[in-house]
C-alpha cells in the first residue's frame, strides 16, 4: 500500500500534504498535552516499533506470508493519536532511507496508514470490545477485527486515490499522465487483495500482540485503558453491551456497499453501447469512470445538472472529491456516533482520542 | 587505546575549568537521606525506611541482590524518582519533583550530579557519538563554541575521538559504555552515580573503567554505585552499603570487613553457600567451585 | 554484528535487492508471493535492513560531487526536481531527466551497475509489468495502434494513449526513484536529518526521527535474537500451521513490545538525568558554500529548462 513516486500527480500530493497538516498538528499536540517529555521516547520507539512490526512477515491461511502495518495494535496500545505520528514518522524513515514509498507521496500514504488505518481500526475496536474486561477474548477479536476493517478502509482510500489519476489527469489525446487505471479497476484490486490475504496479516498481527499482551504483559494495556477493569471479576455488574457488537455489524453493512459499487463498473462487464462511446473518439472519457461518474451524478448529484455528457471533467472531478468526503464524512460520523453512545451509557472515562475527550492517557 | 590510565593534568582542564564553585567544604555531606520509601505503582517496595549519607570526594557502593533497590536509589539520587516517603536533600537543598520543575535549581542539579546507566543502549540515543556527547551541554544553553571544546577534550581524554561521527549501531558494547561515560562527563558533574559499570564488559574494558573511576575520585569527584562485582570492591569503594532483600541497608562499612563478613553476604542473598572468597593480592575474589550435583539439588528443595 | 561495517573494495549488494519480493511494497499484499518460513523471511529482511544501512553509510563517506554539497541545499535541490518530474507531460523530457540522474550518479563515485540496478529494482520493473494492461483499449481507450481481436464488432487492442501513458509512468516513477537513490545514497543519514530543518519540519520531529531511526537498529537484533532462538529450538520442526505461526508472530511482536516501551522509559530517564526538560535541542552545524550556491542555482535553471523545454515539446 506504500504508494511510490510518479503514481499520483503532483496536485494530489499536495492536496493531502494540507489535509495532513492540521492533523499531524492535533496529533502532536494531544499527545504532548499527556505525556510531556516523555513525548519524544515514547513516539520514537513507538516509530521504531512501527517500522519493525512493518517488517513482521505473518502466516496467511493459504500457505503464504503477508505483512501487516500495524497501525491499529498501535492505536488500541497508546491511543489512535499517538498511532498517527509513530506510524507517520516510521513511514517518512522508510521512504527517506529505505526507498518505500514515495516521496512527494508522503502525505498521502500518511494520510491512508497513518490516519485512516488506526483510527478506523481505533474505533471499530472500541464498538466491539465494549465494556468487556481487559484480559476477555472479546478484545483481543476486537482488535482483530478492527485490524481487518483499518487496513481495508486504508486500501479503499488508496484505491481512490490511484483511482481518479487517469481521471484528472491526462492530456487532451487522453494519454493518462500518471496511474493510468480507473476506480473500476483500482477498487476491487486493492479491496480484493486486502480483503483476502492482507486484511488477515492485519487481523492475526492485532489479535495476536493483544492476547499475548493479555497474558504476559497486562500493564502496557494499561497505558491506553486506565479505568477497564482487568479481569470479570473486577467487572462492575453491567449489563453486556450487545450493542457495540450491532455497531460494529452495521460498520460492516454500511462498508459493504463501497465494496459492491466498484465490481459493478469493472471492465469486463460493460456494455458495448458503453464502449461506443470512446470507440474510436479521442475521448479523455475512460468508460470505467463513465459509470461511476453516472452514479454519482444521478445517485447523489442528479438534481445539480452534472451529467456526463454535458460536463464531464467537472462531473468526474466532483464525483471524487465526493467519494473522498464521503470517506471522511463517514469516519468522523462514526466516531461521534460511538462517543455519543458511550457518554450515554457512562463509559465517558474510557474516552480518549479524537476531538474533545482529550488524549489518551499514557501514565505508566 | 594505548593506556588504560587517564592523566590527571588533562582530566583538570576539561573538567575543572568551568566547575560551579561547590560551596561544600570537603568530607561534608552531599547527599542526605532520610527514612526514604519507595515502592513501583504503590505496590511494588523497592525501598523500605532507607537512610544514608555521601560525603564528598568518597567512593561509596551500594552491594545487595538483583531487585533489592540499588538501582532505584540511584534514581532517586538523581532526581528521576522521588521518595513516597522520607526526604532527600543534595548540596543542602531538598530535592522534590516541585523543585526540579524550577528551571535554576533543574539545571545546577542536573549539571552537578552525572548518572551512566547499566543500559548504556537506553543512554547512548541520539544519531551519531557527537550529538550524543553535545545533547546535556545544548540543554544547559552552553555557547556552541564551548560545547564544541568540551566535546573534543573529553573525546579524546576517554579516547574515542575515531567514534565521533558514528552512529551508536556502528559501536561495541565497551564502545557505548565510553560514550555514555563521555556524555555524562562532558558536563563536569561533581557527583557521578555509576549503575553495574562492569557489568557486561569485556575485561579490557572492565579495567580500564576502574582505572578512570579511580583517576575521576583523586580529581575529586564524589562516586557513588550499585554493583555485585565483589571483584573490584576494595579497588573501587571507601565504603559499602549493603542492601538486604527486603530493601532495607544491612549493614556499612569498609569493603574489607564488608568482604569478610560471610553471615551477612550470605544473609543477603549475595553470595551463595558455596561461593569462597580468596585473598588474591590487594583484592578479593569470589568464585564457585564445582560441587555434587546431589548437594545442590538438595539445597533447592 | 554492530561494530564493523562493510568496507572494502568490492561493493557489496544488500540482500534485500536481489531477493526482494514482486510488489508494489514490500507487503506483498499485490503480485506474486512466494512460500516459506515467515521466521526465514522475517530474519532476511532484518538482515538487509541493516545491511543496507551500513552500505548506504559508506558509500556517502566516498568523495564524490554531491557529497561536498551542504544537505540543506541537496535537501531543497532533489525536493524542486522531483517536483518538476512530477509536472513533466513527455517520454523525452523524462529520459533526459533519468540521463543526467545518471550522470550525476557517475561525477559522485557510485558504481554505475549498482545506482542502475538499485532504481530499477524493483518498482520501475514492477511498474512496467502492473502497467500492461493499461495499454489496451478497454482501459485507455484512444488510437488503436496494435488491434488484436475483435468484440462485438469493435477492434480491441494496445492503444497510443496507453502505450505512452505507460511510458510516461515507467519513466517518471525511475526518474522519482533515481533522485530520491541519489540523494539518500551520497548523504549520511545524520546530516539528511539535519537538513530536514530546512524544510521547517520542526525540531521535535527531527528529534523523534533521530531517535526512532538509532532504535530501530536496537529492536532489530531483539527480533533477530528473539527468532533465531526459536529457530535453534524447533530444528527439523518447522511447522506449516498457520495458527500456530500467527501466534509465534503476536507472542514476538508483543514481546518487542513491552521491550520497546520499557527502553523509553529507560532513554526517558537517561534525557531528564542530563537537563531534557521537553524542549528539542539539537546540534548541527553548516555553512553554504560557493558550490553549494551554484548547484542550487543549477538546478533552478535546470527546472526551467526541463519545463520550458517540455511544453516545447507539446501535450
Given at each position: 500500500m506504500h504508494i511510490p513516486d510518479g503514481y499520483l500527480s503532483p496536485q494530489t500530493c499536495g492536496f493531502f500534504a494540507v489535509v495532513m497538516l492540521p492533523i499531524w498538528y492535533k496529533a502532536s499536540r494531544a499527545v504532548g498535552k499527556i505525556v510531556?517529555?516523555?513525548?519524544v521516547p515514547l513516539l520514537a520507539i513507538g516509530a521504531s516499533f512501527s517500522f519493525l512490526i512493518m517488517m513482521f512477515n505473518v502466516p496467511v491461511p493459504d500457505g503464504t506470508t503477508a505483512h501487516a502495518v500495524g497501525a491499529t495494535i498501535i492505536a488500541i496500545i497508546l491511543g489512535p493519536w499517538a498511532a498517527v505520528i509513530a506510524v507517520s514518522i516510521a513511514l517518512v524513515i522508510q521512504a527517506l532511507f529505505?526507498?518505500?514509498?514515495g516521496v512527494l507521496a508522503i502525505a498521502v500514504n500518511c494520510f491512508n496508514m497513518a490516519f485512516v488505518l488506526p483510527f478506523v481500526g481505533y474505533y471499530v475496536y472500541r464498538a466491539i470490545a465494549g465494556n468487556a474486561p481487559l484480559t476477555s477474548g472479546r478484545r483481543a477479536l476486537a482488535g482483530g477485527i478492527g485490524g481487518y476493517v483499518g487496513i481495508n478502509a486504508a486500501a479503499l482510500c488508496a484505491a481512490i486515490e490511484l483511482g481518479i489519476q487517469p481521471t484528472l489527469f491526462h492530456t487532451a489525446a487522453g494519454v493518462p499522465l500518471y496511474a493510468p487505471f480507473h476506480l473500476a479497476q483500482t477498487i476491487p484490486a486493492m479491496l480484493f487483495a486486502h480483503l483476502t490475504v492482507a486484511g488477515f496479516a492485519e487481523f492475526a498481527a492485532t489479535a495476536g500482540i493483544i492476547a499475548y499482551l493479555q497474558r504476559a504483559n497486562v500493564p502496557i494495556l494499561k497505558i491506553n485503558h486506565a479505568n477497564i477493569p482487568v479481569t470479570d471479576e473486577e467487572l462492575?455488574?453491567?449489563?453486556?453491551?450487545?450493542r457495540w457488537a450491532l455497531i460494529g455489524l452495521a460498520v460492516m453493512i454500511v462498508l459493504t456497499p463501497l465494496g459492491l459499487l466498484a465490481p459493478g463498473g469493472a471492465f469486463g462487464e460493460d456494455a458495448p453501447q458503453d464502449l461506443d462511446l470512446s470507440k474510436y473518439h479521442l475521448s479523455a472519457v475512460p468508460t470505467g469512470l463513465e459509470k461511476f461518474s453516472s452514479f454519482w451524478s444521478h445517485a447523489v448529484l442528479g438534481g445539480y445538472g452534472f451529467h456526463s455528457g454535458d460536463h464531464p471533467v467537472i462531473g468526474y472531478l466532483i464525483s471524487a472529491l465526493v467519494g473522498i468526503v464521503f470517506i471522511s464524512v463517514f469516519l468522523v460520523a462514526f466516531i461521534f456516533v460511538v462517543r455519543l453512545i458511550m457518554g450515554k451509557r457512562g463509559l465517558a472515562d474510557e474516552e480518549e482520542g479524537a476531538g474533545a475527550g482529550g488524549p489518551p492517557p499514557i501514565t505508566v | 587505546m594505548a593506556s588504560n590510565t587517564v592523566d590527571p593534568d588533562r582530566l583538570a582542564r576539561p573538567l575543572g575549568d568551568a566547575a560551579p564553585a561547590s560551596q561544600v567544604q570537603p568530607g561534608a555531606p552531599l547527599f542526605i537521606c532520610e527514612g526514604m520509601s519507595y515502592a513501583y505503582l504503590e505496590r511494588f517496595p523497592a525501598l523500605d525506611g532507607v537512610s544514608l549519607e555521601v560525603r564528598k570526594g568518597e567512593k561509596v557502593a551500594l552491594l545487595g541482590a538483583n531487585g533489592c533497590g540499588k538501582s532505584t536509589l540511584l534514581k532517586v539520587l538523581d532526581g528521576l524518582m522521588f521518595p513516597d516517603a522520607g526526604t532527600f536533600t543534595a548540596f543542602g537543598e531538598p530535592v522534590t519533583e516541585e523543585n526540579l520543575e524550577d528551571e535554576q535549581f533543574s539545571m545546577g542539579f542536573r549539571s552537578r550530579v552525572g548518572f551512566i546507566f547499566q543500559n548504556s543502549d537506553a543512554q547512548v540515543f541520539s544519531p551519531t557519538v557527537r550529538e550524543e556527547i553535545a545533547f546535556g551541554p545544548l540543554q544547559m544553553g552552553w555557547p556552541r563554541e564551548k560545547i564544541d571544546r568540551r566535546i573534543d577534550d573529553v573525546l579524546g581524554m576517554l579516547e574515542i575521538a575515531p567514534l565521533a561521527d558514528r552512529a551508536p549501531f556502528q559501536l561495541s558494547g565497551g564502545e557505548k559504555k565510553r560514550v555514555a561515560i563521555a556524555s555524562v562527563l562532558v558536563m563536569n558533574p561533581e557527583v557521578l552515580l555509576f549503575d553495574e559499570p562492569t557489568a557486561a564488559l569485556d575485561p579490557r574494558t572492565q579495567a580500564w573503567l576502574v582505572e578512570l573511576i579511580l583517576e575521576l575520585n583523586r580529581a575529586g569527584k564524589t562516586i557513588v554505585m550499585a554493583t555485585h562485582d565483589l571483584d573490584i570492591l576494595e579497588t573501587v569503594a571507601d565504603r559499602c552499603l549493603v542492601f538486604s532483600e527486603d530493601h532495607r541497608i544491612a549493614a556499612e562499612g569498609s569493603p574489607h570487613r564488608v568482604l569478610h563478613d560471610r553471615e551477612l553476604l550470605l544473609r543477603v542473598n549475595l553470595i551463595h553457600d558455596h561461593t569462597h572468597i580468596h585473598r588474591l593480592g590487594s583484592g578479593e575474589e569470589a568464585h564457585e567451585h564445582e560441587h555434587d550435583p546431589a548437594h545442590h539439588a538438595a539445597q533447592r528443595a | 554484528m554492530s561494530d564493523t561495517i562493510a568496507h572494502g573494495d568490492a561493493v557489496p549488494t544488500p540482500t534485500w535487492l536481489v531477493t526482494g519480493e514482486l510488489a508494489i511494497c514490500p507487503c506483498g499484499c499485490i503480485g506474486k508471493r512466494k512460500k516459506g518460513s515467515f521466521v526465514e523471511k522475517t530474519l532476511s529482511g532484518a538482515v538487509g535492513v541493516m545491511r543496507s544501512a551500513m552500505f548506504g553509510d559508506d558509500v556517502a563517506q566516498q568523495r564524490g560531487f554531491l557529497q561536498r554539497l551542504d544537505p540543506r541545499v541537496k535537501i531543497l535541490s532533489f525536493l524542486g526536481l522531483l517536483i518538476v518530474t512530477a509536472f513533466v507531460r513527455n517520454i523525452p523530457t523524462l529520459v533526459a531527466m533519468y540521463a543526467a540522474t545518471v550522470l550525476l550518479a557517475i561525477v559522485s563515485a557510485l558504481p554505475l551497475g549498482f545506482f542502475v540496478k538499485r532504481v530499477w529494482l524493483f518498482i520501475p520493473i514492477f511498474t512496467g509489468i502492473i502497467v500492461i494492461p493499461a495499454m489496451f483499449s478497454f482501459i485507455t481507450p484512444g488510437t488503436i495502434i496494435l488491434p488484436l481481436w475483435h468484440w462485438n464488432g469493435h477492434p480491441v487492442g494496445i492503444t497510443a494513449q496507453g502505450l505512452t501513458g505507460a511510458g510516461l509512468l515507467v519513466m517518471r516513477v525511475a526518474t522519482s526513484v533515481s533522485l530520491v537513490v541519489l540523494l539518500t545514497l551520497t548523504t549520511p543519514w545524520t546530516k539528511l536529518l539535519a537538513g530536514l530543518r530546512a524544510l521547517y519540519v520542526p525540531r521535535i520531529f527531527i528529534l523523534i526521527i533521530g531517535m526512532a531511526y538509532r532504535y530501530i537498529f536496537l529492536l532489530l537484533n531483539s527480533v533477530t535474537d528473539m527468532y533465531t532462538s526459536r529457530k535453534a529450538r524447533s530444528v527439523g520442526n518447522q511447522t506449516n500451521d498457520y495458527k500456530e505461526g500467527q501466534r509465534v508472530v503476536g507472542a514476538t511482536a508483543g514481546a518487542l513490545f513491552g521491550k520497546a516501551h520499557t527502553l523509553s522509559e529507560e532513554v526517558h530517564m537517561a534525557m531528564v538525568s542530563r537537563g531534557y526538560a521537553g524542549d528539542a535541542k539539537t546540534y548541527s552545524a553548516f555553512t553554504v558554500r560557493a558550490i553549494d550556491v551554484a548547484f542550487a542555482v543549477g538546478c533552478v535553471v535546470a527546472a526551467v529548462l526541463v519545463l520550458g523545454g517540455d511544453r516545447f515539446l507539446g501535450v
Amino acid at each position: 500500500m506504500h504508494i511510490p513516486d510518479g503514481y499520483l500527480s503532483p496536485q494530489t500530493c499536495g492536496f493531502f500534504a494540507v489535509v495532513m497538516l492540521p492533523i499531524w498538528y492535533k496529533a502532536s499536540r494531544a499527545v504532548g498535552k499527556i505525556v510531556k517529555s516523555r513525548y519524544v521516547p515514547l513516539l520514537a520507539i513507538g516509530a521504531s516499533f512501527s517500522f519493525l512490526i512493518m517488517m513482521f512477515n505473518v502466516p496467511v491461511p493459504d500457505g503464504t506470508t503477508a505483512h501487516a502495518v500495524g497501525a491499529t495494535i498501535i492505536a488500541i496500545i497508546l491511543g489512535p493519536w499517538a498511532a498517527v505520528i509513530a506510524v507517520s514518522i516510521a513511514l517518512v524513515i522508510q521512504a527517506l532511507f529505505f526507498g518505500d514509498g514515495g516521496v512527494l507521496a508522503i502525505a498521502v500514504n500518511c494520510f491512508n496508514m497513518a490516519f485512516v488505518l488506526p483510527f478506523v481500526g481505533y474505533y471499530v475496536y472500541r464498538a466491539i470490545a465494549g465494556n468487556a474486561p481487559l484480559t476477555s477474548g472479546r478484545r483481543a477479536l476486537a482488535g482483530g477485527i478492527g485490524g481487518y476493517v483499518g487496513i481495508n478502509a486504508a486500501a479503499l482510500c488508496a484505491a481512490i486515490e490511484l483511482g481518479i489519476q487517469p481521471t484528472l489527469f491526462h492530456t487532451a489525446a487522453g494519454v493518462p499522465l500518471y496511474a493510468p487505471f480507473h476506480l473500476a479497476q483500482t477498487i476491487p484490486a486493492m479491496l480484493f487483495a486486502h480483503l483476502t490475504v492482507a486484511g488477515f496479516a492485519e487481523f492475526a498481527a492485532t489479535a495476536g500482540i493483544i492476547a499475548y499482551l493479555q497474558r504476559a504483559n497486562v500493564p502496557i494495556l494499561k497505558i491506553n485503558h486506565a479505568n477497564i477493569p482487568v479481569t470479570d471479576e473486577e467487572l462492575a455488574a453491567k449489563r453486556l453491551g450487545w450493542r457495540w457488537a450491532l455497531i460494529g455489524l452495521a460498520v460492516m453493512i454500511v462498508l459493504t456497499p463501497l465494496g459492491l459499487l466498484a465490481p459493478g463498473g469493472a471492465f469486463g462487464e460493460d456494455a458495448p453501447q458503453d464502449l461506443d462511446l470512446s470507440k474510436y473518439h479521442l475521448s479523455a472519457v475512460p468508460t470505467g469512470l463513465e459509470k461511476f461518474s453516472s452514479f454519482w451524478s444521478h445517485a447523489v448529484l442528479g438534481g445539480y445538472g452534472f451529467h456526463s455528457g454535458d460536463h464531464p471533467v467537472i462531473g468526474y472531478l466532483i464525483s471524487a472529491l465526493v467519494g473522498i468526503v464521503f470517506i471522511s464524512v463517514f469516519l468522523v460520523a462514526f466516531i461521534f456516533v460511538v462517543r455519543l453512545i458511550m457518554g450515554k451509557r457512562g463509559l465517558a472515562d474510557e474516552e480518549e482520542g479524537a476531538g474533545a475527550g482529550g488524549p489518551p492517557p499514557i501514565t505508566v | 587505546m594505548a593506556s588504560n590510565t587517564v592523566d590527571p593534568d588533562r582530566l583538570a582542564r576539561p573538567l575543572g575549568d568551568a566547575a560551579p564553585a561547590s560551596q561544600v567544604q570537603p568530607g561534608a555531606p552531599l547527599f542526605i537521606c532520610e527514612g526514604m520509601s519507595y515502592a513501583y505503582l504503590e505496590r511494588f517496595p523497592a525501598l523500605d525506611g532507607v537512610s544514608l549519607e555521601v560525603r564528598k570526594g568518597e567512593k561509596v557502593a551500594l552491594l545487595g541482590a538483583n531487585g533489592c533497590g540499588k538501582s532505584t536509589l540511584l534514581k532517586v539520587l538523581d532526581g528521576l524518582m522521588f521518595p513516597d516517603a522520607g526526604t532527600f536533600t543534595a548540596f543542602g537543598e531538598p530535592v522534590t519533583e516541585e523543585n526540579l520543575e524550577d528551571e535554576q535549581f533543574s539545571m545546577g542539579f542536573r549539571s552537578r550530579v552525572g548518572f551512566i546507566f547499566q543500559n548504556s543502549d537506553a543512554q547512548v540515543f541520539s544519531p551519531t557519538v557527537r550529538e550524543e556527547i553535545a545533547f546535556g551541554p545544548l540543554q544547559m544553553g552552553w555557547p556552541r563554541e564551548k560545547i564544541d571544546r568540551r566535546i573534543d577534550d573529553v573525546l579524546g581524554m576517554l579516547e574515542i575521538a575515531p567514534l565521533a561521527d558514528r552512529a551508536p549501531f556502528q559501536l561495541s558494547g565497551g564502545e557505548k559504555k565510553r560514550v555514555a561515560i563521555a556524555s555524562v562527563l562532558v558536563m563536569n558533574p561533581e557527583v557521578l552515580l555509576f549503575d553495574e559499570p562492569t557489568a557486561a564488559l569485556d575485561p579490557r574494558t572492565q579495567a580500564w573503567l576502574v582505572e578512570l573511576i579511580l583517576e575521576l575520585n583523586r580529581a575529586g569527584k564524589t562516586i557513588v554505585m550499585a554493583t555485585h562485582d565483589l571483584d573490584i570492591l576494595e579497588t573501587v569503594a571507601d565504603r559499602c552499603l549493603v542492601f538486604s532483600e527486603d530493601h532495607r541497608i544491612a549493614a556499612e562499612g569498609s569493603p574489607h570487613r564488608v568482604l569478610h563478613d560471610r553471615e551477612l553476604l550470605l544473609r543477603v542473598n549475595l553470595i551463595h553457600d558455596h561461593t569462597h572468597i580468596h585473598r588474591l593480592g590487594s583484592g578479593e575474589e569470589a568464585h564457585e567451585h564445582e560441587h555434587d550435583p546431589a548437594h545442590h539439588a538438595a539445597q533447592r528443595a | 554484528m554492530s561494530d564493523t561495517i562493510a568496507h572494502g573494495d568490492a561493493v557489496p549488494t544488500p540482500t534485500w535487492l536481489v531477493t526482494g519480493e514482486l510488489a508494489i511494497c514490500p507487503c506483498g499484499c499485490i503480485g506474486k508471493r512466494k512460500k516459506g518460513s515467515f521466521v526465514e523471511k522475517t530474519l532476511s529482511g532484518a538482515v538487509g535492513v541493516m545491511r543496507s544501512a551500513m552500505f548506504g553509510d559508506d558509500v556517502a563517506q566516498q568523495r564524490g560531487f554531491l557529497q561536498r554539497l551542504d544537505p540543506r541545499v541537496k535537501i531543497l535541490s532533489f525536493l524542486g526536481l522531483l517536483i518538476v518530474t512530477a509536472f513533466v507531460r513527455n517520454i523525452p523530457t523524462l529520459v533526459a531527466m533519468y540521463a543526467a540522474t545518471v550522470l550525476l550518479a557517475i561525477v559522485s563515485a557510485l558504481p554505475l551497475g549498482f545506482f542502475v540496478k538499485r532504481v530499477w529494482l524493483f518498482i520501475p520493473i514492477f511498474t512496467g509489468i502492473i502497467v500492461i494492461p493499461a495499454m489496451f483499449s478497454f482501459i485507455t481507450p484512444g488510437t488503436i495502434i496494435l488491434p488484436l481481436w475483435h468484440w462485438n464488432g469493435h477492434p480491441v487492442g494496445i492503444t497510443a494513449q496507453g502505450l505512452t501513458g505507460a511510458g510516461l509512468l515507467v519513466m517518471r516513477v525511475a526518474t522519482s526513484v533515481s533522485l530520491v537513490v541519489l540523494l539518500t545514497l551520497t548523504t549520511p543519514w545524520t546530516k539528511l536529518l539535519a537538513g530536514l530543518r530546512a524544510l521547517y519540519v520542526p525540531r521535535i520531529f527531527i528529534l523523534i526521527i533521530g531517535m526512532a531511526y538509532r532504535y530501530i537498529f536496537l529492536l532489530l537484533n531483539s527480533v533477530t535474537d528473539m527468532y533465531t532462538s526459536r529457530k535453534a529450538r524447533s530444528v527439523g520442526n518447522q511447522t506449516n500451521d498457520y495458527k500456530e505461526g500467527q501466534r509465534v508472530v503476536g507472542a514476538t511482536a508483543g514481546a518487542l513490545f513491552g521491550k520497546a516501551h520499557t527502553l523509553s522509559e529507560e532513554v526517558h530517564m537517561a534525557m531528564v538525568s542530563r537537563g531534557y526538560a521537553g524542549d528539542a535541542k539539537t546540534y548541527s552545524a553548516f555553512t553554504v558554500r560557493a558550490i553549494d550556491v551554484a548547484f542550487a542555482v543549477g538546478c533552478v535553471v535546470a527546472a526551467v529548462l526541463v519545463l520550458g523545454g517540455d511544453r516545447f515539446l507539446g501535450v
